[in-house]
């Protein structure tokens, strides 16, 4: 299980105003820290304070990001962007792997980012400020690249109508999505509730990808009007 990030931030901050910085250090530095000043605080933290935390003025910080909305703009691709990675998707594909394999590295590599404290923080957070579209962006995204990539090769997998004949609908997307929601929730059960949760959480994803294909073909067979290989 992924642990929340020590309090660092305020000694390197300290320590880097002895130097100085190259610019793009110091924005993906201001970056780093609002990310774990956001998921700590809450959208409402404000600017001045994450200044203050970082031991820099906050017209400093506005130098490099010119709004509160730029800067929230910068965790979102730092949190929920940029952390996909393109070779899950490759081996995803990889149709020479049992499709079991493929799903269990996929979403073992994707739990790795997902249930960590500042992404389960900000997930949760973002979706209670009013205002922020951040999870809708999050969601759309997870459904025409995540949702569509598992259903392909599910239906592949099991000799069923391709996409570009039958259309992904909704009942296989809120299929996929109760696999995904049930690996995020290790993590709010840890960082929101404050429940103990397994330690090494690959087992727990294993079994929960071994209970989701034992019954999606059948189910998807039913949905697409044909029969499982």
């Given at each position: 299980?992924?642990r929340?990030?020590?309090?660092?931030?305020?000694?390197?901050?300290?320590?880097?105003?002895?130097?100085?910085l190259?610019?793009?250090?110091?924005?993906?530095?201001i970056?780093?820290?609002?990310?774990?000043?956001?998921a700590?605080?809450?959208?409402?933290?404000?600017?001045?304070?994450?200044?203050?935390?970082l031991?820099?003025?906050?017209?400093?910080?506005?130098?490099?990001?010119?709004?509160?909305?730029?800067?929230?703009?910068?965790?979102?691709?730092?949190?929920f962007?940029d952390?996909?990675?393109?070779?899950?998707?490759?081996?995803?594909?990889?149709?020479r792997r049992?499709?079991?394999?493929?799903?269990?590295?996929?979403?073992?590599?994707?739990?790795?980012?997902?249930?960590?404290?500042e992404?389960?923080?900000?997930f949760?957070?973002?979706?209670?400020?009013g205002?922020?579209?951040?999870?809708?962006?999050f969601?759309?995204?997870?459904r025409?690249?995540?949702?569509v990539?598992?259903?392909?090769?599910?239906?592949?997998?099991?000799?069923?109508?391709?996409?570009?004949?039958?259309?992904?609908?909704?009942?296989?997307a809120?299929?996929?999505?109760?696999?995904?929601?049930a690996?995020?929730?290790?993590?709010?059960?840890?960082?929101?509730?404050?429940?103990?949760?397994?330690?090494?959480?690959?087992?727990?994803?294993?079994?929960?990808?071994?209970?989701?294909?034992?019954?999606?073909?059948?189910?998807?067979?039913?949905?697409?009007?044909?029969?499982p290989?």
């Amino acid at each position: 299980m992924t642990r929340k990030p020590a309090r660092h931030a305020r000694a390197r901050s300290q320590g880097n105003r002895r130097r100085r910085l190259a610019p793009d250090e110091r924005e993906r530095l201001i970056a780093q820290a609002a990310v774990h000043f956001f998921a700590e605080q809450g959208f409402e933290g404000q600017t001045r304070e994450l200044a203050r935390r970082l031991g820099i003025a906050q017209p400093l910080l506005y130098r490099y990001f010119p709004s509160k909305h730029a800067l929230i703009e910068r965790v979102y691709r730092e949190v929920f962007v940029d952390p996909w990675r393109d070779e899950w998707f490759v081996a995803l594909a990889d149709r020479r792997r049992p499709l079991k394999e493929r799903l269990i590295y996929f979403y073992r590599e994707y739990a790795r980012t997902a249930v960590g404290y500042e992404r389960v923080r900000l997930f949760i957070l973002a979706g209670l400020k009013g205002g922020l579209d951040l999870n809708a962006r999050f969601f759309k995204m997870l459904r025409e690249h995540v949702f569509v990539a598992v259903v392909r090769e599910v239906r592949e997998a099991n000799g069923l109508p391709p996409l570009d004949r039958v259309p992904m609908s909704e009942t296989e997307a809120e299929l996929v999505w109760m696999l995904h929601a049930a690996i995020f929730y290790i993590g709010i059960r840890h960082w929101i509730y404050g429940l103990p949760v397994p330690e090494n959480i690959d087992p727990v994803i294993e079994a929960m990808i071994v209970t989701f294909l034992e019954g999606i073909p059948k189910e998807m067979a039913t949905l697409t009007g044909a029969q499982p290989a």
